[in-house]
């Protein structure tokens, strides 16, 4: 028999030990991976040892996780053959006349790759090496052309497909279809919030991103003969998101037929050998071992919290503030963003989601939606898609946010930390807009599952 202490010393004990090894620099799935067999055996019996694997095994067997490994080695192999070049060159002809269109391009070349990869860190870090020397070597701001590349890239966490999704529909026992569907959108909300940020700034002020020079310029029929490096990437897109929205294949089959469409598309561009495909085969193993990882730690981790009462008294010390739904919802994004300065997108959604997820569903909601009644799967299906545009706004926020230092790790000797620091700020500024524009019109985000799924 394990030692009796109160849920709120163990909640500053295990959240705290957790802040302080993570602070020390331990990788996250190790770090709750421990705590938890340590504080299982301070304070645990064995009937809460025999309640976790109860927990853990239904989770980490989950079918729909099988499509997490088919997505990052699309995302690895459309990386090798050399897609994304060939789409940011005909995207970025066709916008180059319009200032600040190299820029937009970028947005637009991240929102493609976002819906062909759903992975971050593949768009972040090619888009970098590609979009970011041609804005600087033509003369735009270097704060907007980092700006647009930090933005764009992290559009893979909410534009099907996503890898996030994924995830979120396994811990939530949410539809991953309709997840899916329901992120469309906003992405592209977000997308647009971009591109139009973009061009008002640089009409306002043209040296922030000067139009092409008119040498550089492609008449119609170049740019038509350009269309066609984009029909293969187009047709990807078209292929995974039509038969997921179609209702032809479940997410996990897409995923198997965009895998073998990346290795088709690579072999059309001579770009498919065994170097390339081992190297792919590599990244995704160590991509997918780490999320496991991660799965593993926290699962135990917040299942022991919440088996000995976690969820009930995050519940209530919430709850006892007295605030309204929406004011609820503003204190967990909050904490969402807060966390996201410091911890990866996988540790907070399972810390979070099991313990804030049951508070949304237990709000009334009546009358919010546009709706007469308000069904939990659509609380689950609202809060998953604003959880991910939260994501987003982690990825960029300083001090440690993921993509400011992939796009560090590509970026010219010239550009500063402290540059794309302030670079992710003005573009933060739009995803909270985003967040809140969801958050306020909840139909952006349940209107196109209901249609597709005659919800």
């Known amino acids: 028999m394990g030692w009796e202490i109160d849920i709120a010393w163990l909640t500053l004990l295990m959240f705290g030990s957790l802040g302080?090894?993570?602070?020390?620099?331990?990788?996250?799935?190790?770090?709750?991976?421990?705590?938890?067999?340590?504080?299982?055996?301070?304070?645990?019996?064995?009937?809460v040892l025999n309640m976790l694997p109860s927990r853990i095994f239904p989770f980490m067997t989950d079918y729909q996780l099988s499509a997490v490994p088919l997505f990052i080695f699309m995302a690895a192999m459309l990386e090798k053959a050399g897609i994304i070049e060939e789409l940011f060159d005909a995207v970025y002809k066709w916008l180059g006349s319009l200032k600040g269109g190299l820029a937009s391009a970028t947005v637009i070349a991240c929102t493609a790759l976002a819906a062909m990869v759903g992975v971050v860190g593949a768009t972040e870090v090619t888009m970098g090496m590609i979009?970011?020397?041609a804005m600087l070597k033509r003369g735009y701001d270097q704060k907007l052309a980092c700006g647009a590349l930090l933005a764009g890239g992290t559009l893979g966490i909410l534009i099907p497909p996503?890898?996030?999704?994924?995830?979120?529909a396994v811990v939530a026992q949410q539809s991953l279809g309709e997840l899916l569907v329901g992120a469309v959108f906003p992405g592209f909300l977000l997308s647009g919030l971009y591109i139009a940020y973009i061009t008002v700034r640089c009409y306002i002020n043209p040296s922030l991103g000067p139009a092409l020079p008119v040498e550089e310029r492609v008449d119609f029929t170049e740019k038509l003969r350009l269309l066609k490096n984009t029909i293969a990437p187009l047709l990807l897109i078209l292929l995974v998101l039509g038969i997921i929205f179609l209702g032809i294949a479940t997410p996990v089959e897409a995923a198997g037929i965009g895998t073998f469409g990346a290795l088709f598309v690579s072999a059309l561009q001579r770009r498919l050998n065994w170097t390339?495909?081992?190297?792919?085969?590599?990244?995704?193993?160590?991509?997918?071992a780490m999320v496991m990882w991660i799965f593993f730690g926290a699962t135990m981790f917040v299942g022991f919290f919440i088996i000995k009462g976690g969820q009930q008294f995050v519940a209530e010390s919430i709850l006892g503030t007295g605030l309204p739904p929406y004011g609820i919802l503003f204190l967990m994004m909050f904490i969402l963003f807060v966390l996201g300065m410091f911890l990866d997108w996988v540790g907070i959604l399972l810390l979070t989601v099991p313990i804030f997820l049951p508070i949304m569903q237990g709000l009334n909601w009546d009358g919010v939606f546009g709706l007469p009644g308000v069904?939990?799967?659509?609380?689950?299906l609202w809060y998953g898609v604003i959880f991910m545009i939260n994501m987003q706004m982690a990825f960029l926020s300083p001090p440690f946010g993921y993509s400011l230092f992939y796009l560090k790790s590509v970026a010219p000797p010239e550009i500063s930390m402290a540059t794309i620091f302030r670079a992710a700020v003005q573009f933060m500024v739009l995803q909270a807009l985003g967040l809140a524009i969801c958050i306020i019109f909840p139909q952006i985000i349940l209107w196109l599952p209901s249609v597709v799924y005659a919800r």
């Open 20 to 47: 302080v090894l993570l602070a020390l620099g331990l990788p996250m799935a190790f770090c709750t991976g421990s705590l938890a067999v340590i504080f299982l055996f301070l304070f645990g019996n064995s009937a």
């Open 162 to 168: 996503s890898v996030m999704a994924i995830v979120y």
């Open 375 to 380: 069904k939990s799967s659509d609380v689950s």
């Open 131 to 133: 979009a970011l020397p």
């Open 276 to 288: 390339a495909v081992q190297e792919a085969a590599i990244a995704t193993l160590k991509a997918t």
